[in-house]
């Protein structure tokens, strides 16, 4: 009879496990503006490649410096958008982050995508870093624009000023990945197109949410 009840009560310990994470929670309701997110770059400082873990407070991460130290690390949520990059029907979220050190004339913006696994928690899908969109780029890149990132169609597009010289950039330039085979993929060449600053109007799909 105790055997039979152990095996009862496995079955119910099982079935309310099931029930409560193997549905891929509601990932809009996320909180990004409070995660941590690892921050890489080919670029130096003070001699070293850029590398430190933001761990964002309501969009914004500052590191810890004494008051009259200037060259700290920051970051900040640039923006959150979803939609569904492995048109799965369920939905995706590509978080933009910002970060440099408050004293440098550069500003660098790196992407997250966050999907949902097999036991229904959030995981990292794949991450760009501003060096990769450098390299496929023949003109310099410059900040991103305010909401840089977005999916559609199973597509994300992320976009940046280019050309000429800072703060005046000549084209905004708009790069296309997919997800394939587990990883984030620049679409067929060309990459990445490009349109003169004075034609381009922000044109986001409706349906896609903003965050932050």
């Not at 964002?56 to 900040?76: I, M, N, T, V």
């Not at 440099?100 to 660098?108: D, E, H, I, Q, V």
């Not at 023949?138 to 010289?165: D, M, V």
């Not at 997919?178 to 799909?205: H, I, V």
């Amino acid at each position: 009879m105790r055997i039979g009840f152990n095996i009862l009560l496995m079955i119910c310990v099982l079935g309310c496990f099931g029930s409560t994470h193997a549905a891929c929670p509601n990932i809009t309701k996320y909180d990004f503006a409070n995660a941590t997110y690892e921050i890489r770059s080919a670029r130096l400082l003070a001699s070293k490649p850029i590398r430190f873990r933001a761990r964002l407070q309501s969009g914004s991460f500052d590191e810890s410096h004494p008051p009259e130290f200037l060259a700290y690390r920051y970051a900040r949520l640039k923006s959150v958008r979803f939609g569904d990059l492995t048109k799965d029907g369920k939905a995706e979220a590509v978080i933009a982050v910002e970060y440099g050190t408050n004293s440098a004339s550069f500003f660098l913006t790196n992407y997250f995508v966050f999907g949902c696994s097999r036991n229904g928690r959030i995981r990292l899908l794949g991450s760009i870093e501003q060096d990769r969109l450098d390299a496929r780029s023949s003109e310099i890149l410059h900040e991103s624009i305010r909401e840089a990132a977005y999916i559609a169609n199973g597509i994300l597009y992320i976009r940046h000023r280019a050309g000429g010289f800072r703060p005046s950039p000549i084209y905004i330039e708009t790069f296309r990945y997919k997800l394939l085979a587990g990883k984030l993929e620049c679409m067929a060449a060309p990459c990445s197109s490009r349109m003169m600053m004075n034609r381009w109007q922000l044109n986001f799909p409706k349906n896609l949410a903003i965050v932050g």
